[in-house]
Structures are given as structure tokens and as C-alpha cells.
């Protein structure tokens, strides 16, 4: 089983940037589909883009264009860059395996890491 820690989180003004980083233990990402999902106050955890075992990505409408999904396989690490943030993008960010096609979480969640965007 893997075990995944989110971090990079933070406080933030809306229009700056973070990098979320998710770092395995336990097994190697190089073969899995990995995904960010996130949950604000309130809401359901909602997918937020996905990486296959390639190169192929995957977006939530909200978020094409300003956040990009990567992955080093070296450092057995997920990243997610974050840019031109909004308010609305305020909440628990997590990693989890996924089947790329239905952006299903396949895994157990992490504690995630917070993003707070002020306006």
C-alpha cells in the first residue's frame, strides 16, 4: 500500500501561485495514474487534475489553463502548480491514485494540505 504525503500548501493573495507536492512511500508511482482532488468548506471532495503513467493530463474545467499536474519518478513525487489563484480555489488539496478515465481515487486519503487564497 502507498502512502502519500500532500505538502506546500499555504496562505496566498488571489493571483499568486503555490506548488503542491505529493511524495510516496511504501511503493513506486511509476506505473500509477495519480491525481489532486480537493475539498472545501461545506463541499464534496471534488477531482482536480490527473496524471496517467505518461504524459497525458486531465483538468476540471476550473482550473484548465492555471494549474498543471506533473510528476518526477526519480523522487517518486506528484506535483501540482498552482498559478493566477482564486478565492475560490481555497481548500484541503489531496493525492490519491486514480483511473485516469473516470478520475476514480483508487487509494487511501492522506491529511491533505491546506490553500487559502485571500481576495
Known amino acids: 500500500q502507498v502512502q502519500l504525503v500532500e505538502s506546500g500548501g499555504g496562505l496566498v493573495q488571489a493571483g499568486g501561485s503555490l506548488r503542491l507536492s505529493c511524495a510516496a512511500s511504501?511503493?513506486?508511482?511509476?506505473?500509477?495514474?495519480m491525481g489532486w482532488f480537493r475539498q472545501a468548506p461545506g463541499k464534496e471532495r471534488e477531482f482536480v487534475a490527473a496524471i496517467n503513467s505518461g504524459t497525458a493530463t486531465s483538468y476540471t474545467d476550473s482550473v484548465k489553463g492555471r494549474f498543471t499536474i506533473s510528476r518526477d519518478n526519480a523522487k517518486n513525487t506528484v506535483y501540482l502548480q498552482m498559478n493566477s489563484l482564486k478565492p475560490e480555489d481555497t481548500a484541503v488539496y489531496y493525492c490519491?491514485?486514480?483511473?485516469?478515465?473516470?478520475?476514480?481515487?483508487?487509494?487511501?486519503w492522506g491529511q491533505g494540505t491546506q490553500v487559502t487564497v485571500s481576495a
Open positions: 490519491n491514485p486514480v483511473r485516469f478515465d473516470d478520475h476514480a481515487h483508487t487509494g487511501s
Open positions: 511504501g511503493r513506486t508511482l511509476r506505473w500509477l495514474s
